[in-house]
Nanobody, 125 residues
Framework: EVQLVESGGGLVQAGGSLRLSCAAS????????IAWFRQAPGKEREAVSC????????WSADSVKGRFTMSSDNAKHTVYLQMNSLKAEDTAVYYC??????????????????WGQGTQVTVSS
C-alpha cells in the first residue's frame, strides 16, 4: 500500500522559512515522480515542485524558483520542500503526491495516483 505522510507545516511570518517533509512508503522510490502541490482557499490545486530521483528530472513553478528547493533522502524514502522567503500568497495546504508520471505531465495534478493528507502552511504578513 502506497502511503505519503506530510509534516512540517505551521505558522510563519513573511520572510521566514519552513521545511516540509513527505515520508513515502509502498513503492520503489526511484521509479515514481514525487511532487509538492498546494491549494489555497477558493483556488485550484497548483504544482509547486516535482522530481524523479531515478532519472534526475525535475520541474518547479516560476512563483517559487529561487525560494523553494525540493530534495530527497533516498535512504529514508523522504522528500523535503525547503521554503525560504515565504510570502503571504504561499499560504495554502501543501500536498505530497506520487505516481508514474511522464516528465511533461509533472505539473498536472490528475496525473498523480497517490496523495498525502496535506499540511497547512500559513504565512502572516
Amino acid at each position: 500500500e502506497v502511503q505519503l505522510v506530510e509534516s512540517g507545516g505551521g505558522l510563519v511570518q513573511a520572510g521566514g522559512s519552513l521545511r516540509l517533509s513527505c515520508a513515502a512508503s509502498g513503492f520503489t522510490f526511484d521509479d515514481y515522480a514525487i511532487a509538492w502541490f498546494r491549494q489555497a482557499p477558493g483556488k485550484e490545486r497548483e504544482a509547486v515542485s516535482c522530481f524523479r530521483s531515478g532519472d534526475g528530472t525535475s520541474w518547479s513553478a516560476d512563483s517559487v524558483k529561487g525560494r523553494f528547493t525540493m530534495s530527497s533522502d533516498n535512504a529514508k524514502h523522504t522528500v523535503y520542500l525547503q521554503m525560504n522567503s515565504l510570502k503571504a500568497e504561499d499560504t495554502a495546504v501543501y500536498y505530497c503526491a506520487a505516481g508514474d508520471v511522464p516528465t511533461i505531465l509533472y505539473p498536472v495534478a490528475h496525473a498523480y495516483d497517490y496523495w498525502g493528507q496535506g499540511t497547512q502552511v500559513t504565512v502572516s504578513s
